[in-house]
């Protein structure tokens, strides 16, 4: 399970975009260096008012470029960093992935999926009707979310549009993703 990495985007500010980069580095149990998202412990604004101590399972958020694509097609023309996620990816059904599967970014870095992103309602402030589409329900009336898939770093390095990404599967049985 191979795919490539279309681009790579951080922000040292929270803000819902981010700007895409040559390159981001990974950092070993702490997420994408310079980015807000970083750190041990939860930086995302709702979780720290919660209880600021909870580990950050959030430190990558990884979305494929196959979304964007299709919610392109339904005319929500969206470019790789515009949903906050540090990585694009392309070829790799990251919303299929079962949780503990290791991510091979390039040569070095290593990702840990951890869960999916639970979209809130600053993604229709930023285009207006973008929640309903990334978020729905299936035929038995759960819950999709669509919105990328979070992870820890477990080994850090750099990474830059044109890595391959490689997908290792836990061992054990498929746990499916539910929201981080």
Do not use: W
């Not at 909870?54 to 023309?77: C, K, M, S, T, Y």
């Amino acid at each position: 399970m191979n795919g490539t990495v279309v681009a790579v985007s951080r922000s040292g500010e929270y803000t819902f975009t981010k700007p895409v980069r040559q390159s981001i580095t990974l950092r070993t149990g702490h997420g994408v260096e310079g980015d807000v998202h970083a750190g041990v412990t939860v930086k995302h604004r709702s979780r720290v008012a919660q209880d600021p101590t909870q580990p950050n399972l959030r430190q990558v958020h990884l979305i494929q470029q196959e979304l964007f694509d299709e919610l392109r097609a339904d005319g929500f023309d969206l470019a790789p960093g515009d949903l906050g996620e540090n990585v694009t990816t392309r070829g790799l059904d990251l919303l299929a992935l079962p949780e503990g599967t290791l991510l091979h970014l390039g040569d070095q870095a290593v990702v840990e999926v951890t869960g999916l992103r639970n979209p809130c309602l600053q993604i229709d402030a930023f285009r207006s009707g973008l929640l309903k589409r990334v978020v729905g329900r299936d035929e038995a009336g759960r819950v999709v979310r669509r919105a990328g898939i979070m992870g820890v770093v477990v080994d850090g390095g750099p990474v830059r549009a044109g890595d391959t990404v490689r997908a290792e599967p836990p061992v054990g049985p498929h746990k499916m993703l539910d929201r981080v």
